[in-house]
């Protein structure tokens, strides 16, 4: 199949004129490629279509209805249903209290994760000292080890820290797990920039801290950006961390979705679900949408080298 | 790293004694967490799974009264079939049609940049949101098999939430929906750095495409596919999330997970033991996983 595309691009460079045969040519194989490639993309668009367009039915509507098919009449009223109304146990105040909780999570853990494992790869790259490189590769194994293996005793540290269902313990908690991937995706950018700058400023007399602020951080936005992007969506994806570290009130928006959605008791709104997890789902794939090649390189740089 | 060997220059004394107290303490979470979390807390879990731990952690040994009453549950064996089955499957799966996805993109398409958001979106979202957006897509009553039914064919049936033999097929069917973009994106990257002339050569002796793909190419990708084969298993041991969202581990245990259990031993049923023991053996598997690809990695480094 790519032979023969190759072989008719190739004398046409040379040819010049005889632009438009060798492509109807092609497309017999052309066709076969794009429509298995649509057909793969109907398979990862399917769900989010169907996500939204029962999000925009009301429920009798729904229950009638075909899934896939669009909404005859289009109502906002599930989004507003499942900010402002839905209901957890008790509480009736909707997804907006799991929303709050989750910005009040992210911002802090994203700030701070990424503080500590840019230091960390700044150090481990410039300032090399005696074991530096095995506490990084016993950082890099910890990557592996499955969380329930370390779940228990944090409850116990953070209990004897006095954190144990506090913000700021799963702030902590998500500060510890992803310290490995980001140390090793710091670590790689700035072993990448040339050594003399280092030096540069060593015989100008900056000190560690000096070279790290005023030299490394200025040229190395692209790479926090990077970073950011991972830990936004990384941490607000998180359920596990959440579940076990907050208390219900203090519940990310993945837990509270959760709870929403398959509780037992009532009756099945499903249109304010879908539009509950859509949500949800909102502001991992805006940065996914927005950050485009950015985000791919994220999960690049940590995938290739973890 | 060559800053190390410029200080091992002359000035190496003075230098250690002065500069460095201040990176040691700079680097201070990083050597805390790999010493106090990683090795610290997986140790104290794994000699607490030799205790009679239950409500609250006990220092009282028992040996491996823990394992052999793990071994005996009916729901750890689920469990550990479940994820086997699973781990198999899914890895198999996602590596196949992430590469046929990586190969057709590298057909020089056109809005390939279009393909590439489409396979990789569901990336972005969490396991609860997939497994949700699933749930609804194969309820009985309102997704495929509803709208089957309601074409006029009454008895057609899809319902692989409800039945324990196809319960992880529905499973697997939303696994593969987050997590293959992924893996056709690693992929795709990889082919791109495969030398042209491969393609030229094999051309010029008349090798049909899909012959170089499997002779060739692939091989050549292998280091992008040991990449992405650790990536997959290390997270199919952990999968939990997906499991809580879709089914909760039914119908009856029929996709109940390893994680699932630890959680389950760990907080709700104050049976501490039985979670460490379960959570040391997820931590075993992972390392059967680990030891070979590091041995194979660092190995062929050194060689090279």
């Given at each position: ?49 169907v ?54 999570i ?8 990424i ?64 310290m ?18 280092f ?11 000096g ?14 950006t ?49 539009a ?31 | ?34 010493l ?7 140790l ?86 997939t ?68 393609w ?64 389950d ?40």
């Amino acid at each position: 199949m790519v032979d023969l595309s190759q072989t008719y691009t190739a004398p046409r460079r040379l040819a010049g004129a005889e632009g438009a045969k060798p492509k109807r040519r092609l497309s017999g194989n052309r066709i076969m490629i794009y429509g298995i490639l649509c057909l793969i993309s109907l398979y990862y668009i399917l769900p989010l279509w169907v996500m939204v367009m029962t999000s925009l039915k009301g429920m009798p509507e729904v229950r009638v209805g075909n899934i896939f098919a669009p909404p005859v009449e289009v109502t906002f009223q599930p989004w507003i249903k499942a900010w402002a109304e839905a209901c957890t146990g008790l509480n009736c105040d909707g997804l907006s209290r799991g929303f709050w909780n989750s910005v009040k999570i992210t911002v802090p853990s994203v700030i701070l994760s990424i503080i500590v494992a840019s230091v960390n790869g700044y150090a481990l790259v410039n300032w090399k000292f005696k074991g530096s490189e095995i506490f990084f590769g016993i950082l890099l194994f910890g990557a592996f080890i499955p969380y329930q293996v370390m779940i228990y005793p944090i409850v116990i540290i953070l209990r004897e820290l006095g954190l144990m269902g506090d913000v700021w313990g799963l702030v902590l908690v998500h500060t510890i797990f992803g310290m490995p991937i980001l140390t090793l995706l710091f670590r790689n950018y700035f072993a990448s920039l040339p050594e003399e700058l280092f030096k540069a400023a060593r015989v100008d007399g900056a000190g560690f801290w000096g070279i790290f602020f005023r030299v490394l951080v200025p040229m190395s936005l692209p790479i926090f950006t990077v970073a950011m992007i991972l830990q936004v969506t990384g941490i607000w994806n998180d359920f596990l961390f959440g579940v076990i570290y907050t208390k219900p009130e203090a519940y990310p928006m993945t837990v509270q979705l959760n709870n929403i959605v398959n509780s037992v008791q009532g009756v099945k709104e499903y249109n304010v679900n879908m539009a509950a997890t859509l949500i949800t789902g909102l502001v991992p794939l805006s940065i996914y949408l927005l950050s485009g090649k950015l985000f791919v390189r994220g999960i690049a740089a940590g995938a290739v080298k973890g | 790293m060559s800053v190390t060997d410029h200080a091992r220059a002359p000035a190496r004394r003075p230098r250690r004694l002065i500069s460095n107290p201040m990176a040691k303490i700079a680097a201070l979470p990083m050597i805390m967490t790999a010493l106090v979390i990683f090795i610290g807390c997986s140790l104290w879990t794994v000699v607490h799974s030799f205790t009679k731990s239950k409500l609250l952690p006990s220092t009282q040994f028992v040996g491996f009264d823990q394992y052999e009453r793990l071994w005996g549950t009916r729901r750890w064996l689920a469990s550990v079939e479940n994820i086997a089955i699973y781990g198999v499957v899914a890895l198999v799966f996602s590596l196949v049609l992430g590469f046929v996805i990586a190969a057709l993109m590298d057909q020089k398409v056109r809005a390939e940049g279009a393909f590439r958001t489409i396979i990789l979106f569901p990336y972005s979202l969490s396991f609860i949101v997939t497994g949700l957006v699933w749930q609804w897509i194969l309820n009985p009553d309102f997704g495929v098999q509803g709208i089957v039914r309601g074409w006029g064919w009454e008895s057609f049936t899809f319902d692989p939430l409800h039945n324990p033999d196809t319960v992880l097929a529905a499973m697997l069917m939303a696994g593969l929906w987050q997590g293959t973009g992924l893996v056709a994106v690693i992929l795709l990257a990889a082919l791109r750095g495969v030398d042209e002339d491969i393609w030229k050569a094999s051309r010029v002796d008349g090798v049909p495409a899909w012959k170089t793909y499997i002779f060739v190419v692939i091989p050549i990708l292998r280091p992008a596919f040991m990449t992405a084969t650790v990536l997959i298993a290390t997270g199919i041991v952990k999968l939990y999330d997906l499991v809580v969202a879709l089914t909760n581990g039914g119908p009856g245990i029929a996709s109940e997970m390893p994680a699932k259990y630890v959680y389950d031993a760990m907080f709700n049923k104050q049976n501490l033991g039985q979670g460490f023991a379960a959570s040391t053996m997820m931590l075993v598997s992972v390392l059967l996983i680990l030891i070979p690809w590091a041995i194979f990695e660092f190995g062929g480094k050194k060689r090279g």
